[in-house]
């Protein structure tokens, strides 16, 4: 279990489903530098290499176009650790039912780690270059499979030492890599929704209050928990913060008397920041295609932003026009219909 053949193929099966199985096959018929498993022997089938080599060539042709390449890699979450565990446990030299089971959960891990990964980065290249950079990624991922593939089997020591540095990095930088994930799935599923919302011509969300019935209801009540007794809630936005571990998921709530900031946290209690609208200096929002950006800025020179996703942005544009209204003392109704202004970004003295 200490060579670098089952874990090397178990890493690149995470970026390619099928061509580390495909090779694998070719190089089990028809040379001597690798044997399967006895259990694995249907790996070397006619069959097996046809329907290995047909998905191989489709993913490789799926991987070049930009939003097809996402969608790809999402309903490949679950396929990629199970090739890794068949790559894994087809080259593992034990007969031993437990060992070959370990290796598989070890290569399926492997292959789970290295997907998340060249998925989150996928995701950021679409919604940053608009998938502009996605053809020469696609083509960096081929030639890594298949050097990778070779390696591991052709010098499996050398291998195992890229597979240990992998597992490093991803100890260090995994939690920021899946935060990284989770945030880019939400801005591309979120632009998704709105389009369709767009296409099907749904209505138009005419208040900030309505934002507030979109939030799920055991979630609303542990934001609302966050409160004074009495305070009324204006409305609700959500989206990410950047942080030094990676986009962290946040939630402004805007009250009559203050915003309040509440930063998830995995492990441990949310942060929480509060800020009186006495102390904001510039409150604006700038729509960026597939996301939004409110950004607030104090008198003392901090700055407070949220990346809010497309299916939000209405929100973003009526939120900020409160917070500028609040800031400014134009005095609201008590239940005020909030309506988008003409400008997207406005300071506090812009109303008076």
Known sequence: MISGLPWGLALS???????PLFLLALFARFSHVVQLSPR???????????????????????????????????THTFLRPVAGAVAAGATLNASNPVEIAVAMLMGGGLAAASHSAKSGLRLA????????????????????????????????????????????????????????????VGIISSACGWLLRWVFRRRVAASLKEGVFDVAPERLRSLAANLELGEELLGVLHGWNKAAGGPRRTWLLLTPKRLLWIESRLLGRPRIQSLAYGDIALARERNLILFSRVEVLTKQNETFSLTVPRGQVQYAEMAVNAVVALTSNSSPPDHPQLTPGPQRAQTTGAVS
């Open 125 to 184: 290249s679409t919604s940053k270059s608009l998938g502009a950079a996605n053809f020469a990624m696609s083509l960096g991922e081929d030639a890594a499979v298949l050097v990778s593939t070779l390696l591991s089997l052709y010098a499996p020591w050398v291998m195992l030492a890229i597979v240990l540095l992998f597992v490093l990095v991803f100890a260090l930088l995994g939690p920021r890599i899946l935060r990284m994930l989770a945030y880019d």
């Open 40 to 74: 694995f022997e249907w790996l070397v089938s006619d069959q097996a290499i046809f329907v290995l080599g047909a998905l191989a060539i489709a993913e490789i042709l799926a991987q070049k176009f930009p939003v097809l390449d996402n969608v790809w890699d999402f």
């Open 13 to 19: 099966s995470g970026v390619n489903t099928y061509l």
